[in-house]
């Protein structure tokens, strides 16, 4: 369902603003997905999900910190430790599927680790660091609406297995991510549309959403360009 700007609530308000944004992004997804390099494309973009992946829950994992420290005079922080909490047990190991997709694919696990991540995926998971540590906590729930708001599409999936003529094995990550990612995001939705967020806190929510699809937008494009 397409939000509209003069829904109420704050998780329409905020898919809104995505909306206007993702284009850009969708357009360089499906360019990787029709490439006719995908099967090398695909190994590469595992890696690079795996840079961002592996963030993700140290990411919230400080965010929770910062707002378990300040809930006791700050009910937002409040209401966001009680999201974060069961979240980021849903969201443990996922950097291991990614892992083990790539070992599917011949890719050794240790050597993906060593390499240093590239500027957009600094930036992608960087900006929202400096938003929790530097202005609210409650800044991670942008970064979350971009990367649990628009989940693989299973005919996506299929799409990308008959393009790269690699085993189901090797897709096991997007899959689960394809069945499981609606949920998560009906429940940030719902974590979102109760939090009692100032003006500013709405701001700063959406900046780093609309951060986050930028520098979503980057990674893949850095991997199309690599590509020729």
Known sequence: MTASATTTGESARLRWKLELAVPALFDAGQRLIEHPRIRELYPAYLVASHGVIRASVPLMRTALERARSAAPSDAVAAGLASYLEPHIDEELDHDVWLLEDLETLGRDPDEVCSRPPSAAIAALVGAPYYWTLHYHPVAVLGYIALLEGYPPRITEVDALMAGTGY????????????????????????????LPLTPAQSTVIATTALHSVDAFTRLLEDLLEEAG
Do not use: G, N, Q, S
């Not at 189901?168 to 109760?194: C, G, N, V």
């Open 167 to 194: 085993p189901r094995e090797a897709f096991r990550t997007l899959i689960r991510h394809a069945e499981l990612d609606p949920l998560h995001r009906d429940d940030l939705d719902e974590a979102l549309d109760r």
